[in-house]
């Protein structure tokens, strides 16, 4: 996405638009209108997205505009609304409640928005149980599963978030049977191959989860460990 030239595109930067987004996300999923969360997710994802592209390469008119708007929702706010929601829905999704293009939405909106209030305030720091909340992980990786679906602004998004629960020694949250067969498949994704960004963090999964049934901390076999596992999948 180029960067915007033109000063009029700092209209949209209001805070009032961004409390009515926050207040209209929440009454339609109140009111569960599947349709309705979808598309208002989907908007608050590509103003996130516009305001990343902005601050990163924009004129500085609309940089200011930016940097404005996110202080007011994101900084001095009690309450990161729109964040907290994101964060809200990917970690609380389940199947069949609404579509996936909703958890893939809001995904986006929570890195984005973590990513943007990290530039506003360098002092900030992430809560490690807001995002590394199993249920979110598990949301994470089922995204993973649709690779050929998702943007690629996403799939980067979930590699870099796999990488990051390597980093902080939470691997073992993707050792469930579901979440394994999801990256042995995207770890062979050309797709995937061809993203400029580590995919360590994928193989690396399934190498550590296969050595610790194989073997032991001295490095001796453990059949009783691999029996154990085997008989949950077959």
Not at 51 to 58: E, F, L, Q, W
Request: charged share 25%; with cysteine.
């Amino acid at each position: 996405m180029d960067a915007p030239n033109s000063a009029g595109v700092s209209n949209l930067f209001d805070k009032e638009v961004f409390a009515w987004l926050h207040t209209t996300w929440a009454e339609y999923e109140q009111t569960k209108n599947v349709w309705g969360v979808v598309l208002v997710s989907g908007l608050v994802k590509e103003m996130f997205a516009m305001m990343t592209t902005i601050m990163s390469r924009g004129v500085q008119y609309d940089r200011f505009a930016c940097e404005a708007v996110l202080s007011e929702i994101l900084v001095k706010s009690k309450s990161d609304g729109l964040l907290q929601r994101a964060s809200s829905v990917v970690r609380s999704y389940r199947t069949g409640e609404a579509p996936l293009m909703y958890l893939a939405n809001a995904t986006e909106v929570m890195h984005l928005g973590y990513r943007l209030k990290r530039l506003i305030d360098p002092r900030f720091v992430i809560n490690l149980k807001d995002i590394f909340y199993e249920k979110t992980i598990s949301n994470h990786i089922r995204l993973l599963a649709f690779t050929n679906l998702n943007s690629k602004r996403l799939n980067v998004m979930l590699l870099k978030y796999v990488d990051e629960i390597m980093e902080h020694g939470m691997e073992n949250a993707m050792h469930d049977v579901s979440s394994l067969e999801t990256l042995f498949a995207a770890a062979g994704d050309n797709e995937i191959s061809a993203f400029p960004v580590p995919k360590g963090g994928i193989s690396a999964v399934i190498v550590n989860f296969m050595n610790g049934i194989y073997m032991d901390e001295r490095g001796e076999r453990m059949d009783y460990k691999r029996k154990q596992f085997l008989g949950t999948i077959c």
